[in-house]
């Protein structure tokens, strides 16, 4: 091999030489036009669809007022005015499904989409079952994720564990996700038909998803075909929550505790987060997110929007364990007495 030959070879095995760096993502340029065109595209479709008319027509003459202004004549590309749109909204709309979303790529090509993230190795969010003694059994859930057989299957194994406990005690302080479905579910293993003596319904309605209009657009209902030993609608019941604690399972612990008390709550208040949100594109790298549903329960008639679930026992989220357990022998003790 000649000199240069194997200098050449040198440099093709060096670290970093001869690869491609990626290419910085996409940050679209927006000139005048484009930008009175999205902002005013935005607002038009927030007067028409958000959940809250009155809000979303406050937040929507902001925006125009802002434009007329120039409060915008400044940002010149996709992921800054959507930053700044978003801050403009949400100090009118407080809630997680109402902003400006800047993607880096482009919309418009399929090729560019990113592949959808592999779904965790997590069993589904169901994650944990302990017993802590005096029969008392413990749930861990960090994640309702969405309804299929596999996740039918693994619910009706994760909750067959606790079916013999005297008290359950439920830990949502980490959970998130939004399978509304999976939360009707995992109720169905916890609630019985109370409201009469003589008739029983098999299926419970637990709250619905409304428009501006009041339609339901999604019901959710209790499940009477389930796979598994069911704990029961009469033993003790205790769900753990915090300010982490947001959507789907916000609308598990609001369900159980609105119907006539069935669970405890323990904890410190929810996310707040009882809305679902849609989006359409505006640009190339530009999606407009707009919350077009709210929860409605079928007890109280009413959600948990911004303040969030209300404990009944309020604690410190790293004391609520502790606090639930105290609360579960007491209960078991009680249960016990009034058999």
Same mark, same amino acid.
């Given at each position: 091999?000649?000199?240069?030959?194997?200098?050449?070879?040198?440099?093709?095995?060096?670290?970093?030489?001869?690869?491609?760096?990626?290419?910085?993502?996409?940050?679209?340029?927006?000139?005048?036009?484009?930008?009175?065109?999205?902002?005013?595209?935005?607002?038009?479709?927030?007067?028409?669809?958000?959940?809250?008319?009155?809000?979303?027509?406050?937040?929507?003459?902001?925006?125009?007022?802002?434009?007329?202004?120039?409060?915008?004549?400044?940002?010149?590309?996709?992921?800054?005015?959507?930053?700044?749109?978003?801050?403009?909204?949400?100090?009118?709309?407080?809630?997680?499904?109402?902003?400006? @979303?800047?993607?880096? +790529? %482009? /919309?418009?090509?399929?090729?560019? $989409?990113?592949?959808?993230?592999? *779904? #965790?190795?997590?069993?589904?969010?169901?994650?944990?079952?302990?017993?802590?003694?005096?029969?008392?059994?413990?749930?861990?859930?960090?994640?309702?994720?969405?309804?299929?057989?596999?996740?039918?299957?693994?619910?009706?194994?994760?909750?067959?564990?606790?079916?013999?406990?005297?008290?359950?005690?439920?830990?949502?302080?980490?959970?998130?996700?939004?399978?509304?479905?999976?939360?009707?579910?995992?109720?169905?293993?916890?609630?019985?038909?109370?409201?009469?003596?003589?008739?029983?319904?098999?299926?419970?309605?637990?709250?619905?998803?409304?428009?501006?209009?009041?339609?339901?657009?999604?019901?959710?209902?209790?499940?009477?075909?389930?796979?598994?030993?069911?704990?029961?609608?009469?033993?003790?019941?205790?769900?753990?929550?915090?300010?982490?604690?947001?959507?789907?399972? @916000?609308?598990?612990? +609001? %369900? /159980?505790?609105?119907?006539?008390? $069935?669970?405890?709550?323990?904890? *410190? #208040?929810?996310?707040?987060?009882?809305?679902?949100?849609?989006?359409?594109?505006?640009?190339?790298?530009?999606?407009?997110?707009?919350?077009?549903?709210?929860?409605?329960?079928?007890?109280?008639?009413?959600?948990?929007?911004?303040?969030?679930?209300?404990?009944?026992?309020?604690?410190?989220?790293?004391?609520?364990?502790?606090?639930?357990?105290?609360?579960?022998?007491?209960?078991?003790?009680?249960?016990?007495?009034?058999?």
């Amino acid at each position: 091999m000649s000199r240069n030959a194997w200098f050449a070879a040198l440099l093709m095995l060096s670290p970093g030489v001869g690869a491609q760096t990626p290419p910085p993502p996409l940050d679209e340029a927006l000139d005048a036009p484009a930008r009175a065109h999205i902002v005013g595209e935005y607002a038009r479709r927030l007067t028409g669809q958000h959940v809250d008319a009155a809000r979303a027509k406050q937040a929507a003459d902001e925006l125009r007022r802002r434009l007329a202004h120039g409060a915008y004549d400044e940002l010149r590309t996709a992921r800054s005015l959507a930053a700044q749109v978003t801050r403009d909204v949400q100090a009118i709309i407080p809630d997680r499904h109402t902003y400006l @979303e800047y993607v880096p +790529y %482009d /919309l418009s090509d399929e090729r560019q $989409r990113p592949a959808a993230p592999p *779904a #965790p190795a997590d069993n589904y969010g169901l994650r944990k079952y302990q017993q802590l003694g005096a029969n008392i059994g413990y749930l861990q859930i960090t994640r309702f994720g969405p309804l299929h057989r596999a996740s039918l299957e693994a619910a009706g194994r994760f909750m067959a564990q606790a079916a013999d406990d005297d008290a359950l005690i439920i830990d949502l302080r980490e959970a998130g996700g939004d399978g509304e479905a999976m939360a009707a579910l995992l109720s169905s293993y916890l609630l019985d038909d109370k409201r009469s003596y003589v008739f029983k319904d098999k299926r419970l309605h637990l709250h619905d998803q409304v428009d501006r209009d009041g339609r339901a657009l999604q019901e959710y209902w209790t499940d009477d075909d389930l796979r598994g030993a069911r704990f029961g609608g009469d033993k003790p019941l205790f769900v753990l929550i915090s300010e982490r604690t947001s959507g789907a399972a @916000e609308a598990f612990a +609001y %369900d /159980l505790q609105q119907y006539q008390g $069935r669970a405890v709550v323990v904890g *410190a #208040p929810s996310a707040g987060d009882a809305v679902v949100g849609a989006s359409q594109p505006l640009s190339r790298q530009l999606r407009g997110v707009i919350a077009v549903t709210r929860a409605v329960n079928t007890s109280s008639r009413a959600n948990w929007q911004t303040v969030g679930v209300q404990p009944d026992r309020m604690v410190r989220p790293a004391d609520a364990l502790d606090s639930a357990t105290a609360l579960a022998r007491q209960a078991i003790h009680t249960h016990a007495l009034t058999r």
